[in-house]
């Protein structure tokens, strides 16, 4: 699709809540060629005939289930033929996605679970190009390193992100060159360089000719096979929130799906305790969002059991359940938008606290045919052995022993993860943390798990 040329783009925000407005102008914030205009009813819609206004995206509120929904999509659809429309939805009404898109919509998306995929579908749908230093994060997306090639051309612009300031740093432009000083320094100081969302094809283009010119038989990058796995459990997570009904066929489908995923990733590999020292270490570091924490719950979770020395069964088991551990998150108050849980009101913290069971639930209801093992290692993951976990409170003795290795994997996470503009710990620093934790005899984690995962680490 071609670039939105000129200085501004028309956008339509279609929605009886100023909520949803307010919600939109921040997930949107730093998009500055795009011109929002809310619209709080359809007849506005209808009526509209601003000579100077002409959309080419609609942001559409869902919330208020699918024939109202639908009222919106067909309403925007007449007086704007052309223009794209996405549908954000929450959890208070149940909405059938098939209906909905079969009335115009191009895509419908949770307005807090699928967050960090509203900027790729609005840059999809409406492509802006953004320069300067102020590019905000949720334009780029970060590249693996090992994709990329000292003293070869690229065809794209390199960014580097200073999460302190929110400031986004044009490191070398189009037709430049990375050398190999600059590519030291980035893995030495754990940095990551980002590129351009709309230049994402652009950089796949040039990594696959980075893995032909190492002679790699299938020349996909690790950036490109991130980012279609992160794709693959949108779509996964989107039949989870979908009103529309599901039958044992389709559930065995998304259990299959699931499987694929940790294939592709080959986290139930037999590896050396080394070589899983490196994978680790490839996940962390990273910006935290939902998506991730189930790409990095997954990996930690199969990698973890493997220096237990657990079966390639049990170790699929643990990366499964670390991909669906927390779609029961999208079941939280429209009002948490992107809020650190530590800054929920007491009502929002209420129902925080039953994502877990709300993840199996929600599993379940979908037909998925989950093993007794990933149910209890989805509803146990933010258990502690001391009862001050939840949702339950359990104690040790209550505890799974893979609800234990997820609760070990999820505490990991935690640590290994940028948030809030946080800096993160290194893996060695994390697994130390939690071992010296678990000596020191708190209880919330196991201490024979804690101590035989570290032992591990240090062979």
């Known amino acids: 699709m071609k670039t939105t040329s000129g200085p501004t783009v028309d956008v339509l925000i279609g929605s009886p809540r100023d909520s949803f407005w307010e919600a939109v102008k921040v997930i949107l914030k730093g998009y500055y060629p795009y011109q929002l205009k809310h619209f709080h009813t359809i007849d506005e819609i209808l009526e509209s005939s601003e000579p100077n206004f002409s959309p080419i995206l609609a942001l559409i509120d869902g919330q208020d289930g699918t024939a109202q929904t639908n009222e919106w999509v067909q309403s925007t659809k007449m007086n704007y033929p052309d223009c794209h429309i996405i549908v954000l939805h929450a959890s208070a009404g149940s909405l059938n996605f098939d209906v909905v898109k079969k009335n115009g919509a191009d895509e419908v998306m949770h307005i807090n679970f699928d967050r960090e995929f509203i900027s790729d579908m609005v840059l999809q749908l409406a492509p802006i190009e953004m320069e300067g230093d102020n590019i905000p994060i949720t334009a780029l997306m970060p590249v693996d390193l090992r994709d990329m090639e000292a003293e070869m051309n690229i065809n794209f612009d390199v960014y580097v992100h200073l999460p302190v300031n929110h400031r986004s740093i044009l490191l070398r432009k189009t037709g430049d060159c990375v050398d190999e000083r600059h590519l030291d320094k980035f893995k030495t100081l754990k940095q990551q360089m980002y590129i351009k ?95 991730h924490d189930c790409i990095c719950l997954s990996a930690y979770g199969a990698y973890f059991a493997q220096l237990l020395g657990w079966n390639h069964e049990k170790r699929e088991s643990a990366a499964m359940a670390g991909l669906l551990h927390n779609i029961g ?44 093992e990933i149910s209890d290692a989805i509803g146990q993951h933010r258990e502690n052995g001391d009862g001050s976990g939840f949702p339950k409170k359990l104690t040790a003795e209550d505890i799974s022993d893979m609800g234990k290795l997820m609760g070990l994997a999820y505490r990991f996470h935690e640590m290994t993860a940028l948030q809030d503009s946080q800096q993160a710990m290194t893996a060695t620093q994390a697994i130390s943390t939690l071992r010296e934790a678990a000596l020191n005899g708190n209880g919330e984690l196991d201490l024979v798990l804690t101590t035989q995962v570290f032992k591990k680490w240090k062979t």
């Open 197 to 291: 969302k709309t230049q994402m094809n652009a950089f796949f283009e040039y990594a696959r000719t980075v893995m032909s010119f190492r002679n790699i038989q299938l020349p996909v990058s690790m950036t490109e096979k991130f980012h279609r796995s992160k794709r693959a459990i949108y779509e996964i997570m989107a039949q989870f929130l979908n009103g529309a009904g599901t039958d044992y066929q389709e559930g065995k489908l998304i259990f299959d799906k699931c499987k694929n995923i940790v294939a592709d990733f080959e986290l139930t590999k037999d590896l050396s305790p080394q070589e899983i020292f490196d994978e680790i270490f490839r996940f962390t570091g990273n910006t935290r969002s939902l998506y």
């Open 329 to 372: 998150l999208a079941q939280l108050p429209a009002s948490v938008g992107d809020k650190n849980p530590k800054n929920y009101t007491n009502e929002e913290l209420s129902e925080y606290i039953l994502y877990p069971d709300r993840s199996v639930i929600m599993v379940k209801g979908k037909k998925v045919p989950l093993t007794p």
